[in-house]
């Protein structure tokens, strides 16, 4: 996997933070459309993608600070996994613009690698059965492809089941 993509450097927080620890990825772009409902879903379409192979990341409340969880676009994020992989009681949603200002990107946007703090991070269990998965590279409309081993590596998570797929 490269680290340009053809246009030369994306460079957003997400590829400098990559580059920068010498981690493998692939730069995954497309026409981003304001109207969309799913960010995550259109990033799948767009880039003809499984959606279980595309990550959303999600900021949570643990009460104490901001944590991130991390999951397949297809699914949502079981709030009660994800406080137990982080060892608290109750997570809740983050406010949207505590998200903007602790990760330093928009929503929408909000890339697990290369936040302004590290935070506790979850990733899905889901993520380790696929070769290869996509999560948001610091704006809408830009993804970026990685191993899961190199996504853990990046952002520091542990594995958990925190995934809910609608039945």
């Known amino acids: 996997m490269g680290r340009k993509d ?42 003809g993608v499984e959606p279980a192979r595309v990550f959303k990341t999600l900021l949570v409340d643990t009460g104490g600070g901001l944590a991130v969880g991390i999951v397949p676009v297809d699914a949502t994020l079981d709030l009660k996994a994800v406080a137990t992989a982080l060892g608290v009681k109750k ?50 409309g830009l993804d970026l492809e990685l191993s899961p081993e190199d996504l853990v590596r990046a952002t520091g998570a542990t594995l958990a089941p925190i995934a809910r797929r609608a039945s």
Request: without cysteine; glycine residues 14%; charged residues 15%.
């Open 91 to 140: 997570v809740g949603m983050a406010d949207p613009a505590a998200a903007e200002r602790s990760s330093g990107y928009v929503v929408g946007g909000i890339s697990p690698i290369g936040q302004k703090r590290a935070l506790p991070t979850v990733l899905d269990d889901s993520a380790s059965g696929h070769g290869s998965v996509l999560v948001s590279g610091g704006r809408r």
């Open 6 to 47: 053809r246009g030369g450097s994306v460079g957003t927080q997400a590829t400098v933070a990559l580059t920068k620890a010498n981690i493998p990825y692939a730069v995954r772009a497309y026409e981003h459309d304001p109207a969309a409902e799913s960010y995550g879903l259109e990033a799948a379409q767009a880039l």
